[in-house]
């Protein structure tokens, strides 16, 4: 099975935080080049560092909520304490796509709901997925990222 998972880091050493937790990942496929950009906050929340993110492509035998277990134990082992939404983190996996099948239970929903929406997502994974059509939209991801503002994404 074929996973696309985004990858984020605003608090610690975001680069080499992210760096281990690929290599904690199962069979990585393709990995994009890392991006800065700002965080995004809930209003009135105080400023946050900006992100390091990326996005990679896994290859695994583990069912969708399997890897999204494992996708958070990776995260709590890096820091990651959940307070409110959107708030600065250590690391951050979200499951994006799995091959071409929808998903939804009250934990889980492939595709990511929010990823078309997102510049700090599309773009990464444009770079190494650019062909991978949503599979509700029926767009590639080089068309998603087409229709974002991808001026806060800086390639480092």
């Known amino acids: 099975m074929k996973y696309a998972i985004a990858l984020g880091s605003n608090l610690g050493d975001s680069q080499a935080i992210l760096e ?17 950009t700002k965080a995004v906050t809930l209003p009135d929340s105080p400023p946050q560092p900006d992100y390091l993110n990326g996005c990679a492509i896994l290859e695994t035998s583990l069912e969708p909520l399997d890897l999204l277990a494992k996708l958070q134990q990776i995260e709590a082992e890096f820091g990651r304490i959940r307070h409110q939404k959107w708030d600065a983190r250590t690391l951050d996996l979200d499951i994006l796509l799995f091959d071409d099948v929808v998903f939804q239970t009250k934990t889980l929903c492939i595709p990511h709901p929010r990823m078309s929406d997102r510049a700090f997502v599309l773009v990464p994974l444009a770079e190494i997925a650019p062909d991978w059509r949503h599979p509700q939209l029926n767009r590639s991801i080089a068309e998603l990222a087409q229709f974002v503002d991808g001026s806060g994404v800086r390639k480092l």
């Not at 281990?20 to 800065?36: D, M, N």
């Open 20 to 36: 281990s937790a690929l290599g904690r990942l199962e069979t990585v496929i393709a990995r994009s080049s890392w991006y800065q």
